[in-house]
């Protein structure tokens, strides 16, 4: 698709045109000219949109869309279309979909289901057999099928001589190795944040002792195995203090926060709207001063949406009955936007590509054209219109939100 892009401000501290006014044109996929004016010429399909700002595709390091088994929640189709309308270009896709996806013929379902998109489907194989954390997954065929990574969604690997083996094993061939950071040993029947708010509320609380204590097991793990490791959606001060401690020592592990985590605090339970029951719990305000304290000195390498579909059987019932999750998608720039520069976003939504192994095209004449196009000033109140997905149990619905997405143009396809 040949495109012609008006006036938009580039965001890409790699380019050389970073925070200039430009014109893009994009033909077969690639930009082939960036200038200050460019004439259309061949009547290309022109965008032109107001406070047009262009950057690197965004990444999120964690989706759920429920196919294969749980197409009530979410299909990979509209998935995909919501992260696009969303300005994701690439999404990596969890095994919690029944089957699990614990096999390459697995892998491969999902990849072939999401062939000629705009948007690139990552598969996360599960580490363990059916994420019963009891014996390895496929996880050598599943790598050669394409999955990027390993992990038990939201399931803690309770034995540590089983994770031990995984990293050591993985390690013969460049897999990612993930671990959910909770001890359910301490953490009980827990299903909030254990502080004042939960003992108000009557509601069961899980400390913050609990992920503190498995995020030290599991660096402990790899630094004795020398691994590859990387801890999801960890929301405490103690585990950013702990990651810190292990980045100095050079262990190559990597985190990531979600983006409810750093933008709501446990003070939103007293509505007892189940949209807030996630997992990880949100947490104080203490927490969430450290967890932006190490994004922005780098101990926190990423955020993600924590995008997890839920039907309306499984959020109107009890407060404590009530499934964890909460979609974020289409709101992941907006509320990320609110608590850090428009600068620093862009930036957490691009640089965790890599360590899934993602290639970075920069905004430059002769790359490849993987973009998202947004507006970063727009404030509006995040409303149910606003949801793409099949599901609607946000969050955020209600909440202020600075800054959306208009849509994407990857893999030679404009989604707007």
């Not at 088994?69 to 690439?90: C, M, P, Q, V």
């Not at 014996?135 to 034995?159: C, R, T």
Request: glycine content about 6%; overall charge neutral; charged content about 20%.
């Amino acid at each position: 698709m040949n495109t012609l892009i008006k006036t938009a401000t580039i965001i890409d501290p790699s380019s050389k045109f970073n925070n200039q006014i430009c014109d893009i044109l994009i033909e077969k996929g690639k930009i082939t000219k960036i200038a200050k004016s460019i004439d259309n010429t061949n009547n290309y399909k022109t965008i032109t949109l107001d406070n047009l700002h262009v950057s690197q595709g965004w990444f999120d390091s964690s989706v759920s869309f429920g196919e294969p088994g749980f197409e009530d929640r979410e299909t990979i189709a509209n998935g995909l279309k919501t992260a696009a309308k969303s300005g994701f270009t690439s999404v990596a896709v969890q095994a919690n979909t029944n089957p699990i996806i614990d096999t390459n013929a697995n892998v491969a379902f999902l990849l072939s289901k999401a062939q000629n998109n705009a948007v690139n489907l990552l598969p996360i194989g599960a580490l363990t057999r059916h994420s019963e954390s009891i014996d390895l997954a496929e996880l050598f065929d599943m790598k050669n099928a394409g999955a990027v990574a390993f992990y038990d969604y939201k399931k803690p690997i309770s034995n540590p001589n089983l994770l031990k083996i995984a990293l050591q094993y993985a390690s013969n061939f460049d897999g990612l190795v993930c671990s959910f950071p909770i001890e359910t040993k301490i953490s009980g029947k827990g299903i909030v944040n254990e502080e004042l708010t939960s003992t108000s509320l009557g509601l069961k609380g899980s400390p913050n002792l609990a992920e503190a204590m498995q995020v030290a097991r599991d660096l402990f793990l790899l630094e004795y195995t020398e691994g590859k490791l990387h801890i999801p959606t960890i929301s405490t001060a103690e585990s950013v203090a702990l990651i810190r401690e292990a980045k100095n020592k050079k262990l190559d592990v990597t985190c990531s926060v979600a983006i409810h985590n750093l933008c709501l605090t446990d003070d939103v339970l007293v509505q007892f709207d189940t949209n807030y029951k996630v997992n990880p719990p949100l947490r104080i305000k203490k927490d969430v001063d450290a967890l932006i304290e190490g994004l922005k000195d780098g101990t926190i390498d990423m955020v993600t949406s924590d995008h997890n579909p839920k039907t309306i059987e499984d959020k109107k019932v009890e407060f404590d009955h009530a499934a964890f999750g909460t979609i974020g998608l289409e709101s992941a720039f907006g509320a990320l936007n609110t608590v850090v520069s428009t600068k620093k976003a862009i930036e957490l939504l691009t640089q965790g590509k890599t360590r899934f192994g993602q290639k970075i095209n920069s905004i430059n004449e002769g790359e490849v054209a993987n973009l998202t196009l947004f507006n970063p000033d727009l404030k509006y109140a995040f409303v149910e219109s606003d949801i793409v997905s099949k599901s609607k149990n946000s969050a955020f619905l209600g909440q202020e939100l600075k800054g959306k997405a208009y849509g994407i143009i990857a893999n030679n396809k404009t989604v707007l």
